[in-house]
C-alpha cells in the first residue's frame, strides 16, 4: 500500500512561564514516529492529555505560536512545510473534528459546507457535490437549510464528515468523532469510517475509547505521556490479549468490562514530572534498572513496533 503520511521523531514541546519570569519547556510530545498508508485506519490511542489531538495539529499546521516542533512530517514523501499544509489543509488531509461547535452557530449549513465561494459556476459545481455527498449520508435537502441547533448529534457528525470530503481527501484525521453520541450513532460514524477507508483514504482515528479503536482500526498506536510505546495489529486486542507487547497496552485490554475488567493502580504523570528513563516505569511490574536510567527506544519486533526493554512475549517468544 502507498505510504501518504509519515511522522519520524516528532517532539512538540511548549515555551511557558511559570511563577511570573520562570521560563520552562513543557514536553508533550516526544520521539514520536509513525506512518499512514492508503486504505489503512490507524487508531490513535491514549488517555486524556497524552498528546493525541496535538499530533493531529501539528500534521495540519495549526500549532498555537509558543509551540516547538522538531522531527520529520512528510507527505507522500515531501516535507510538510508550512506552505504545503496551507496547500493541503482541508483538501487532501482534511480534519473531521472532536466537537459539532466547530459548526458555526451563525450560518445554515450548506453555507458552511461548501465556505465562501465568489465565482457563481464554481459555487454551483461545489454545491451540486456537497448535495450529493449529503444524499449518501442521509442528510435531506432539508438539513441544507437548518442551522446546527436544529441537527440531532448523529446528524451533525454525518455533516462535520460530509464536509470533510468535498476535497476529495487522501488523508482524514478524524479527531474524537464518537464521545456523546448513542449506540445507534456510533455504530454509523464506525460505519462510515469503515467505508472511507475502503475507498482509498489514509485515516487518523484519534480516541480514547478503546472500543472505537477496536471495532473502527487496521492499527492501533498507543500514547503515553506524549510517547508512542507500541504499535500493533488491532487483531491482537483479542483472546487474552497475547499479542500485546507492552505492558500498559495488556493493562488496557484487561480493564475492559469485555475481558477481566481487571483495573490497575497509578496514573499518568504530569508533564512537569517526566521521568528521566521509560515514561511508564511508575507503573510498571516488570521495570529494572536501565528502565530507570534511560528512554527505550521505538523498536520493531515480529511486525509490529515497541517502546519497552522487556516486552511481554507470549510463551512461544512472539
Partial sequence: MTKLLEVKNLSISFT????????????VISDLTMDVHEHEILAILGSSGSGKSLLAHAILG?????ANINGELKYRGQELTPKLQEKLRGNKISLIPQSVNYLNPLMKIKEQAIGYIEDETEKK??????RKIFDKYGLSEDVDEMYPFQLSGGMARKVLISTALLNNPEIIIADEPTPGLDEQSIDETI????????????MLLIT??????IR?????????????????????????????????SKELYTA???????????HQPSYLNIPVGCP????CPFKTNVCANEIPPLREINGNMIRCYHPQLDEKGV
Fill in 125 to 130: 459545481e461545489l454545491l451540486q457535490k456537497q
Fill in 280 to 283: 511508564y516505569i511508575d507503573n
Fill in 16 to 27: 511557558q512561564y511559570f511563577k511570573g519570569l520562570e521560563q520552562r519547556e513543557l514536553k
Fill in 62 to 66: 495549526i500549532l498555537p505560536a509558543n
Fill in 208 to 213: 480514547h475509547d478503546i472500543n472505537t479503536a
Fill in 191 to 202: 460505519k462510515n469510517l469503515i467505508d472511507l477507508k475502503e475507498q482509498g483514504v489514509g
Fill in 256 to 266: 475492559l468490562p469485555e475481558t477481566d475488567f481487571k483495573l490497575t493502580k497509578g
Fill in 216 to 248: 473502527t482500526s487496521d492499527k492501533i498506536a498507543i500514547l503515553y505521556l506524549g510517547y508512542v510505546i507500541e504499535i500493533t495489529e488491532t487483531k491482537n486486542f483479542s483472546g487474552n490479549g497475547e499479542g500485546l507487547m507492552h505492558p500498559y
